[in-house]
């Protein structure tokens, strides 16, 4: 039993004054009638005047006396006048704080110090995030300071420990029915710790998009280099976890410096993420919002941006794995769980059922949280991809824009086969408007050209735009079977043949038929303004193809077909005769051996032409007519391959005995 402690009274003495009276019961009755007189004193509050106190140790001297040392304290009354004097001594105790204010530490101390601090944080949060979950506030903090090395190392330590941290997963907002319902200990504090994470992760997020923007104000931001580290620091996060919260803020950074017009190792950097990201996404969601946000951005800068920033569409993943084409002849049907012959079933118990089906459920949530994406949700994204790309070639078509004709039908040659079919006439009258305007340019097209002066220079020459239109009139038709139901759709080509068999003789007499429209190549010293092109902005193979090879894809698209007339390949054969004296080397080379293909095919057709006394047409051949049928090209005889089996390069000799050697077995 515990003992109530019963608080002790005071007692309170009578006065002497009062003792003494105090037979007097009268005048003590009296007196005793203002005993609590000072209890109102007692609550007055009272003037305490504290001074410092000594926390000074007692010495001993040289007597061997001890003794305790007294700190001199001021006087209570200067005290109160100091108090008092008010607005008399401000500038004073303004000037006693400044001195006593400590001084700064040097710059490089303040560095290292951040490094040791970030170091020390960075380890605690990488061993175990959920304890240490204050770490990324304090992080953000050292990214917050002025000192702009510090900052550096900040942003770059964030990077390295959100790397680590992020899970393999997207972390979804919690919905208020999460918050009230029950759950374990464990389950709520993983819950608390993915919501501290999203939450400082963004705040991480707006911090690089706000200093990748430093470089459009003139701060000292951009000099040091501020900028070049946030843009590094996005694009590493984007191809590391592009499958985590807040991807599209961090495709906008990238998308708004390719927006800019300085093309410096940022906008490369810029460019080649995008491109890796687009090679490497399997899911068909990061692809989409990068191609969403750079149609807007091309859009609203009026189509005036690089050339490079089009060509990134070139590296999408658009329906290459899940295009395969059905068999025309059978039907596959698919394949269902479903129930067996009970010859092939196997014996289960009761207990191997029950756990069989608890694993089935198991594997279904799996794929659930992994987020896996099924072949319908991965083409629908990616069919999605797809229309947004052609409708920018198509509205770039559309705008006539030259800078940007070469990117837009090198993508429309790349993934002509995906495009539907309704829209190929509409394609292929504008593809015709295309060389029409490149060999005959009009007044008003010139008048724009010279209004749009500020948009990037381009190297594009009109034999190029005429050979890149015809490549891809005839790829609309490769890989499509519209071959029997081409007389349905009205499928006119004749115009790109035509167009390139009056060509050929430009092509061959063209310097630079060799060189692509990014090559590095001398100033002409007879031109009234000698400029050299600048040199390609990034390191990728995109848009190099040169008008050798672009001519003989074309070429090999005419002739290599076995539905060709045989006035239309005597034509052309004797053309390509005639080129093979003037081109270059190694283009005669390449010529010579897509003959040797074409004569295997349609040998039998054209062998006459290698006989003088087999000929056919009466006349003269017209090498200079544009006019192919009129030519009459079966009045004359390749002449022409007696001088090439004399060139003085050998592998152009061998080309021309390895034509004729062909041709000699249909004889």
Request: charged share 30%; glycine share 4%; with cysteine.
């Amino acid at each position: 039993m515990a003992i109530a402690h019963i608080a002790k009274r005071r007692r309170i003495s009578l006065p002497q004054s009062l003792r003494e009276r105090s037979s007097d019961g009268i005048s003590a009755r009296k007196d005793y009638s203002g005993w609590n007189s000072e209890q109102d004193y007692e609550q007055r509050p009272r003037k305490q005047t504290k001074g410092a106190e000594s926390t000074r140790l007692p010495i001993k001297t040289a007597e061997g006396r001890i003794e305790r040392v007294i700190v001199p304290q001021d006087d209570p009354e200067e005290q109160e006048s100091f108090l008092g004097s008010g607005s008399e001594n401000e500038s004073d105790l303004e000037a006693s704080m400044v001195e006593e204010k400590p001084t700064a530490l040097p710059y490089r101390q303040q560095v290292v110090e951040a490094k040791e601090e970030l170091a020390r944080i960075g380890t605690l949060l990488s061993e175990d995030p959920e304890e240490h979950i204050g770490g990324f506030r304090k992080l953000a903090d050292f990214a917050a300071s002025t000192n702009l090395t510090v900052k550096k190392l900040a942003l770059a330590t964030q990077l390295a420990v959100y790397k680590d941290v992020i899970p393999g997963y997207r972390i979804r907002p919690l919905s208020e029915v999460a918050d009230t319902e029950k759950i374990s200990k464990d389950v709520r504090r993983l819950r608390s710790f993915e919501q501290a994470l999203v939450s400082n992760y963004q705040n991480y997020v707006n911090e690089l998009a706000r200093c990748a923007k430093s470089t459009s104000n003139n701060t000292p931001e951009a000099a040091t280099g501020i900028s070049t580290v946030a843009i590094s620091c996005a694009c590493t996060l984007l191809l590391g976890v592009p499958h985590f919260n807040f991807r599209s803020e961090l495709i906008k950074i990238l998308v708004e410096k390719l927006g800019s017009k300085n093309r410096d190792a940022d906008f490369t950097k810029c460019l080649e993420t995008l491109e890796k990201l687009f090679r490497d996404d399997e899911d068909g969601n990061p692809s989409l919002d990068g191609v969403s946000q750079l149609t807007k951005m091309i859009k609203s800068r009026d189509y005036r941006i690089d050339e490079s920033i089009l060509n990134t569409f070139l590296h999408l993943r658009l329906l290459s794995e899940l295009s395969s084409r059905g068999s025309q002849n059978r039907i596959d049907k698919p394949v269902r769980d479903g129930k067996k012959l009970k010859s092939k079933r196997e014996f289960r118990t009761k207990k191997e059922r029950k756990v069989l089906k608890e694993r089935k459920a198991v594997e279904e949530e799996f794929k659930e949280a992994d987020a896996i994406v099924s072949h319908e949700e991965r083409e629908r994204l990616q069919s999605e991809t797809l229309k947004v790309v052609f409708i920018t070639y198509f509205r770039i078509l559309k705008a006539r824009i030259p800078s940007l004709t070469g990117a837009v039908l090198e993508g429309l040659a790349k993934y002509a086969h995906l495009i539907n079919q309704d829209f190929f006439g509409d394609l292929l009258e504008a593809l015709k408007d295309l060389i029409s305007n490149s060999a005959n340019p009009s007044e008003e097209e010139n008048e724009n050209e010279n209004e749009n002066s500020t948009r990037p220079s381009s190297s594009q020459d009109p034999l190029r735009s005429s050979l890149l239109c015809t490549t891809t009139a005839f790829a609309l038709l490769e890989g499509q079977d519209i071959a029997r139901s081409a007389s349905s759709l009205h499928l006119d080509l004749t115009f790109f043949t035509t167009n390139l068999y009056r060509s050929l003789h430009s092509y061959a007499l063209n310097p630079d038929i060799e060189l692509s429209s990014k090559s590095l190549r001398l100033p002409d010293p007879h031109s009234a303004s000698p400029t050299v092109p600048p040199p390609p902005t990034t390191s990728n193979k995109i848009n190099l193809k040169t008008p050798s090879v672009l001519l003989l894809r074309a070429i090999a698209s005419i002739l290599l077909p076995r539905a060709v007339p045989p006035l239309r390949v005597a034509a052309f054969v004797k053309q390509l005769y005639i080129c093979c004296l003037h081109l270059p080397e190694k283009s005669a080379q390449a010529v010579l051996g897509l003959l040797s293909q074409v004569m295997k095919v349609h040998g039998r057709k054209v062998a006459g032409l290698w006989d003088t006394e087999e000929r056919r047409g009466d006349g003269v051949f017209d090498a200079v007519r544009g006019d192919l049928e009129g030519s009459n090209p079966f009045a004359s005889t390749v002449w022409e391959g007696e001088l090439l089996r004399c060139h003085y390069v050998p592998a152009v000799r061998d080309g021309a005995k390895a034509v004729e050697k062909v041709v000699a077995g249909f004889k």
